[in-house]
């Protein structure tokens, strides 16, 4: 506020997005106890002139839908407050503006004690998938999982969340049942529900990654499916795409689908006659490139020797991890 100094909450705008979508604008607007009239009145007004209403309605209604919560009275338990992620994304000529709801999971107690790990597809098995697909001549296809996290195992322990004020839940909380963004194990949670539902369907995951399943039948491999959080990467023969896809398609809310040419992992696969080939033009396009002045600048904290170290270390890691991933 004009004249006035003393700290406050703000609004963090930056690029982000996952790594098969880099071009995104994130947009996060807190959602605490202490936010002030004045606060509210200001940050309201930013986040009219992009309208993301329509989103946070959709948000809300994904929660009633895949049953995330149960309302109970507020009778002053401990509870995890919220905050808004916005989204600006454009494709197809199209702006479209996504609203997640997320836990800020850092408020939680015990933080220790809960398991967080996730497997996810590691790259040298994304490889050899991709090496295995091509001896099978099958064809590669990928499945993106909407609401992915909201889809989870059930809560094992008893986590209760502040409603947002859009959710009219004055005097109320929400008592989790599935693990939501922003909680330590909501990855993990969303693992699981994946793991029961292709054993379910008939996949052995791999012994060496548990984030790649196998299926079988008498004519020996009959399908493949790699597991990165949301995001799959399959392959098989007809009958496994009539008999086993078609059930993950049942089982989870699915979006985006693509075959033969698509990003996964930001790596660009593009399938064509008898070879697979793998690009990061995105990642270099993104390169920057690094100015090295022979008037190094002498008012800032670091030295004139270590921005200059940290300028070539921040380009020489996107290099190392274009390298590691090609």
Known sequence: ???????????????????????ELQVVKSDT????EDDEE?????????????????????????????EVEDYGQSYVSTRWVYTIKEADNEIHRKARLVAKGFEEDCLDEIQKNSPTCDKQSLRLILS????????????????????????QRKV??????????????????????????ASLKWYEKVKKTLNECGGTESKVDPAVFYWYNSNGLAGVLAVHVDDFLWAGTNLFETEIISKIREKFSVGKEASESFKYLGLGLSHADDKIILSQTDYVEVLKTVSIDRKRPNDSQLS???????????WTTVVACKTNSS
Not at 5 to 22: F, M, N, Q
Not at 33 to 36: K, L, N, P, R
């Open 33 to 36: 106890d202490q936010d002030t």
């Open 1 to 23: 506020m004009p004249g006035d100094d003393t700290p406050r909450e703000g609004v963090v705008l930056s690029r982000a997005g996952k790594a098969s979508s880099i071009d």
């Open 132 to 155: 295995i697909i091509m001896q099978k001549k099958w064809s590669i296809n990928s499945i993106d999982i909407k609401t992915a996290f909201l889809q989870g195992e059930k809560m």
């Open 304 to 314: 004139s020797v270590e921005q200059t170290v940290l300028k070539i270390k921040s």
């Open 160 to 185: 209760h969340l502040r409603p947002p004020k859009e959710a009219n839940a004055n005097g109320k909380l929400w008592l989790l049942e599935k693990c939501v963004y922003g909680l330590a194990d």
């Open 42 to 70: 200001s940050e309201e007004a930013l986040f009219n002139e992009i309208d993301f209403c329509d989103a946070r309605k959709a948000e809300l209604e994904n929660w009633k839908k895949h049953h995330v919560y149960q």
